[in-house]
């Protein structure tokens, strides 16, 4: 008889961003997870193709089996963080962006409660605006019959951008259209950046289980 799933949570920051080329880049800060803290990048070119940018051999398993790509690459992902002001370096990828002041619906994520936020039963009550305002999706089914669940916490616009992917520009900041297709949603159409609490659950087996993180339910 199969077991009852393991639930893994992730805290930190998703970032996402298009170009005027139709590169479209996701940036996973994640600072506190059960590998740590660590960093990745899932970029979508305009031309379809899908790569993970991922700091180690486990990191990139785990989101592999997780998300759809078409290539995987382990690579040292650096991101340095100073106020309103981000660079990422990660492989072929150079990004630089600057976030901007909170607008209304970052000021309504503060105000719902983190731990009640961070629940999975509360996107239920979330998915469906989310979809509406903001063309994402709080919870899906992802890779591997794995459960996923977005608690949003806080929301900055990103207000300035350069992306240098495989040595060349690509453009001014764009609204991230098409949506990018790793998994079951993307990122929100304006570029932005959205503090998140990410729920993993992993089909459980009759074998070992593996080890949940401790601050997961």
């Known amino acids: ?3 009852r799933p393991t639930r893994l949570r992730f805290e930190g920051w998703i970032v996402g961003t298009g170009t005027a080329s139709g590169t479209r880049v996701v940036l996973g800060h994640w600072t506190r997870s059960p590998f740590g803290r660590f960093s990745d990048v899932m970029i979508e070119r305009a031309d379809g193709h899908r790569l993970l940018l991922a700091p180690s051999r486990r990191t990139a398993d785990f989101i592999a089996a997780t998300y ?25 990828l150079e990004l630089r962006l600057t976030t901007g002041r909170r607008g209304l619906m970052g000021r309504l994520l503060r105000a719902v409660p983190a731990p009640l936020a961070a629940r999975p039963a509360w996107t239920v009550l979330t998915d469906p605006p989310a979809r509406l305002l903001l063309g994402v999706r709080t919870r899906g089914s992802a890779g591997g019959g794995r ?22 520009d690509q453009g001014p900041p ?27 659950a992993i089909p459980g087996s009759s ?3 593996p080890r949940r993180c401790p601050w997961s339910r």
């Open 68 to 92: 759809a790509f078409d290539e995987v690459e382990v690579t040292p992902v650096v991101v340095r963080v100073e106020g309103r002001r981000w660079e990422i370096t990660a492989g072929p």
């Open 174 to 200: 764009a609204p991230v259209l098409p949506p990018v297709r790793f998994g079951f949603g993307s990122t929100p159409r304006t570029p932005s950046a959205v503090r998140v609490v990410t729920t993993v």
């Open 1 to 3: 008889m199969p077991g």
């Open 147 to 168: 459960r996923e669940w977005y608690g949003a916490l806080d929301l900055l616009p990103v207000v300035s951008a350069g992306t240098v992917y495989d040595g060349r």
């Open 207 to 209: 074998g070992p289980r």
